[in-house]
């Protein structure tokens, strides 16, 4: 029900119509990696994927922010069915790995819904990557990663803003990419951060 | 319902009932590829026909709020279409969010409480004043004229151009109480009519184009052919209208030539920004400014003779 009221309430004020590009649909074990410049991304990201694969496709999300907060916190976890991470490097220091539930998730055979840049930026195309992507191709090659870009969300609303504003959104998803053998880390997490600026440049 | 304009809705639909049969016709006689493009694209346009009749009808059923809501969700979907292709900074939201939640409903509240002198200034001063004040406050001076005045001028052709068609409504005129919404259909019709008359023309007879670069489709023989046609239908109408036969000609050549001028200047601001249309909303027809790039112009100006004119 809540779930109805928050894709109607965006789809009216931004729209976000996914566009199925390079792949479809698919029960088969995805990460999705996406640029991110703000919090509609996670929430419209999750509404383009049909909701017969929702239950089993996690977005993650940073716990310094969605994890605060009753109703933020039941968001997140009730409704986006996401995993929390801690981003701040405390759990390094606790001897906690930030991508173990990341890595528990796929173990299970769900689907992750990743940014890898890590944070928020402001701009068309994405930063460059966090390392994350490419432990999570390296340790479960069999995952298809799949790149999607999240057009004029930053747009809608901003880093910093109290409301979105209604400006059209786009959800495009591009053709699957595995990491190839011997592919250096580096190597690898600039031909992803292509793949979605390849994906900008569609229209 | 007013009686009439059952009458009016009847004759609508057999219209386009014409239409779709001509459409289905053709459909089956297209053998090029060419050929078979443009008649999907009119059919397309007359299946979009039939929706918007569809909920004109609902709207004239249900009266003046059900009225005003309807163009008010057009002004929303039209700002929503010109603000997505412009490109805005974060410096702009603030701004941005007052023009959605803000002056939008406000423009179509005033019309439905009546307050017709505060209706034709709270955009052009109001929100022209404050929106670059709430944008300045956010310290980005970059392109700022142009920021503002992309704002702006959204605001203007979006929501306070549009709103003057509902506000038709507000005018009081002597042996024409409450038939304001006769006025509303004749200037819809008319300027709908003159833009599928002058598209048809065209295809027919259209050899030298008007401004090729702006919009290839506009031809000479289409406007005048097609506007000729329009400006006789809305003499047809005159029954409908507090007009003369002649008056009722007068105002919907003045509706035809503004609804062509505001179609030729919305294309150039879209080709200003890059795109073909200005959005995806309606099969056949790209975004809902596509649909209403003519009202822009051919409202505030037939609201503005009909005051001058005809109200007390």
């Keep these: 029900m809540i779930d109805h009221i928050l894709i109607g309430l965006a789809r009216f004020l931004v729209g976000g119509r996914p566009e199925w590009r390079g792949t479809q649909p698919s029960l088969r074990q995805r990460i999705y990696f996406a640029n991110h410049g703000s919090h509609l991304d996670t929430i419209l990201l999750w509404a383009a994927i049909p909701t017969r694969l929702r239950p089993t496709t996690h977005p993650v999300a940073a716990a310094d922010y969605w994890g605060k907060g009753r109703l933020r916190r039941s968001v997140a976890l009730d409704l986006l069915n996401a995993v929390l991470v801690d981003r701040s490097g405390g759990g390094a220091a606790s001897g906690q790995d930030p991508l173990a539930p990341l890595e528990e998730t796929l173990e299970r055979g769900h689907s992750l819904i990743i940014f890898p840049e890590g944070t928020r930026g402001g701009e068309k195309l994405p930063a460059a990557f966090k390392s994350g992507l490419f432990r999570l191709a390296t340790r479960f090659p069999q995952v298809e990663l799949v790149p999607v870009y999240l057009e004029n969300m930053s747009r809608a609303f901003p880093r910093g803003a109290f409301l979105p504003v209604p400006i059209s959104c786009h959800v495009r998803f591009g053709a699957p990419l595995y990491i190839e053998g011997g592919e250096t880390k580096e190597a690898f997490l600039e031909r992803a951060r292509e793949a979605i600026v390849a994906l900008a440049e569609v229209n | ?312």
């Design chain 2, 1 to 312: 319902m007013d009686p009439t304009l059952v009458t009016l809705f009847i004759g609508l639909i057999t219209v386009l009932a014409a239409a779709t049969l001509i459409g289905q016709i053709l459909g089956r006689r297209a053998e090029s590829t060419e050929a078979r493009a443009t008649v999907d694209n009119l059919n397309a346009r007359i299946r979009a026909w039939w929706l918007m009749v569809a909920i004109f009808a609902v709207a004239f059923v249900f009266g003046k709020i059900v009225t005003l809501v309807l163009f008010a969700l057009t002004s929303f979907y039209c700002l929503r279409e010109f603000i997505s292709l412009t490109p805005t900074k974060p410096g702009d939201h603030t701004a941005l969010a007052f023009a959605f939640y803000v002056f939008l409903p406000l423009q179509y509240v005033l019309i439905g409480i009546d307050w017709q002198s505060l209706f034709s200034i709270a955009i052009p001063v109001y929100a022209f004043l404050l929106l670059p004040v709430l944008a300045v406050l956010r310290h980005d001076t970059d392109d700022f004229l142009s920021r503002t005045a992309k704002l702006q001028w959204a605001l203007l052709l979006t929501v306070y151009c549009i709103s003057h068609a509902p506000a038709l409504l507000l005018l009081k005129i002597p042996g024409f109480e409450n038939k304001g919404v006769l006025l509303l259909f004749f200037l819809v019709t008319v300027v709908q009519a003159s833009d599928v008359l002058q598209y048809i023309f065209g295809k027919l007879f259209g050899r030298h184009k008007i401004a090729p670069v702006v919009s290839p489709n506009k031809t000479w023989e289409g406007f005048v052919g097609g506007g000729l046609a329009a400006t006789l239908l809305g003499a047809g109408l005159f029954w409908i209208t507090p007009f003369t036969p002649l008056q009722a000609a007068g105002m919907a050549l003045a509706i035809v030539l503004a609804g062509f001028s505001g179609g030729l200047v919305l294309s150039a601001v879209k080709r200003s920004m890059g795109a073909k249309d200005w959005g995806r909303m309606i099969e056949g027809h790209g975004g809902a400014l596509d649909r209403m790039d003519s009202v822009t112009y051919a409202a505030p100006l037939f609201f503005h003779l009909v005051n001058y004119f005809f109200a007390a």
